[in-house]
């Protein structure tokens, strides 16, 4: 059985810093292009980042230079450092896995960029 389980989000003043974390299990994290996706409140989920298994990595522009994610494949743990955080950035973070056909997503945690 196939789980991503994100952790981290919370509440933050804007300019300020979270880290969030995504632990996966019953993949082999190595193989899988992994993402964070976003959802606003009554929009659709977009794209904030990907890393492929190679290690490339792409960004929406929204977040260039100030997110950046990252892959512990050792651990089965995927990361996303959000820096310089604004109220736009205020969403449901969702962890992704994708491979070929398959396609798994964790339940979210929610960020509140707010003072």
Same mark, same amino acid.
């Given at each position: 059985?196939?789980?991503?389980?994100?952790?981290?989000?919370?509440?933050?003043?804007?300019?300020?810093?979270?880290?969030?974390?995504?632990?996966?299990?019953?993949?082999?994290?190595?193989?899988?292009?992994?993402?964070?996706?976003?959802?606003?409140?009554?929009?659709?989920?977009?794209? &904030?980042?990907?890393?492929?298994?190679?290690?490339? !990595? /792409?960004?929406?522009?929204?977040?260039?230079?100030?997110? %950046?994610? $990252?892959?512990?494949?050792?651990?089965?743990?995927?990361?996303?450092?959000?820096?310089?955080?604004?109220?736009?950035?205020?969403? &449901?973070?969702?962890?992704?896995?994708?491979?070929? !056909? /398959?396609?798994?997503?964790?339940?979210?945690?929610?960020? %509140?960029? $707010?003072?």
């Amino acid at each position: 059985q196939v789980q991503l389980v994100e952790s981290g989000g919370g509440l933050v003043q804007p300019g300020g810093s979270l880290r969030l974390s995504c632990a996966a299990s019953g993949i082999i994290l190595s193989m899988y292009t992994m993402g964070w996706y976003r959802q606003i409140r009554g929009k659709q989920r977009e794209l &904030v980042t990907t890393i492929t298994s190679g290690g490339s !990595t /792409n960004y929406a522009d929204s977040v260039k230079g100030r997110f %950046t994610i $990252s892959r512990d494949n050792a651990k089965n743990m995927v990361y996303l450092q959000m820096n310089s955080l604004k109220p736009e950035d205020t969403a &449901v973070y969702f962890c992704n896995a994708q491979r070929y !056909t /398959n396609d798994y997503w964790g339940q979210g945690t929610q960020v %509140t960029v $707010s003072s």
